[in-house]
């Protein structure tokens, strides 16, 4: 899936879902937006486009700045607070060249569970996506309708891949 069909397909039933209970407790989420190749010593600058496009449509756009941004060598950090349950989280945001960036999220809260496996519909972009392929938590979504399930409904239920 390129991210125009994911923007077109998926982002309007997300914030169909969104708009009757946020993602904060959503272990699916949480895996997907604290994506961080730093985390895989085997990887060179990656991010993962359906992580990138959920904190740009639901983070940076809905939830409320808590202080100024913080630069940091080639990382800005900004805090967030979910307007919907308070939850607070940090986004970093780095840079690397001119069509080379990534975010990442880092809940305050470790209470909530983050899924063991976080799927994906777009993949990755960055210096050398075939790496991508050896990290064994990230894994290819069935499909667009597989991939909603895993956020939660509005009654708060995940569906849990077998």
């Not at 998926?10 to 407790?25: G, Q, S």
């Not at 604290?34 to 010593?41: D, Q, V």
Request: proline share 7%; charged share 15%.
């Amino acid at each position: 899936m390129t991210p125009a069909q994911y923007v077109q397909m998926v982002m309007p039933r997300l914030r169909e879902k969104w708009d009757a209970r946020c993602f904060c407790e959503s272990p699916q989420f949480r895996k997907l937006v604290s994506f961080n190749f730093e985390n895989y010593p085997f990887l060179s600058p990656l991010a993962l486009a359906d992580a990138e496009i959920l904190i740009s449509a639901f983070i940076r756009q809905r939830f409320h700045p808590d202080g100024a941004a913080v630069n940091k060598g080639m990382d800005v950090f900004q805090r967030y607070i979910c307007p919907q349950c308070g939850a607070g989280m940090t986004t970093c945001f780095t840079e690397f060249s001119i069509s080379m960036n990534r975010t990442y999220v880092s809940f305050d809260s470790v209470a909530s569970q983050v899924a063991p496996v976080g799927y994906y519909l777009i993949g990755v972009s960055g210096f050398d996506v075939q790496q991508f392929s050896d990290v064994p938590d990230f894994l290819p979504a069935q499909d667009a309708i597989a991939y909603l399930d895993l956020f939660p409904n509005e009654t708060g239920a995940n569906i849990t891949p077998q």
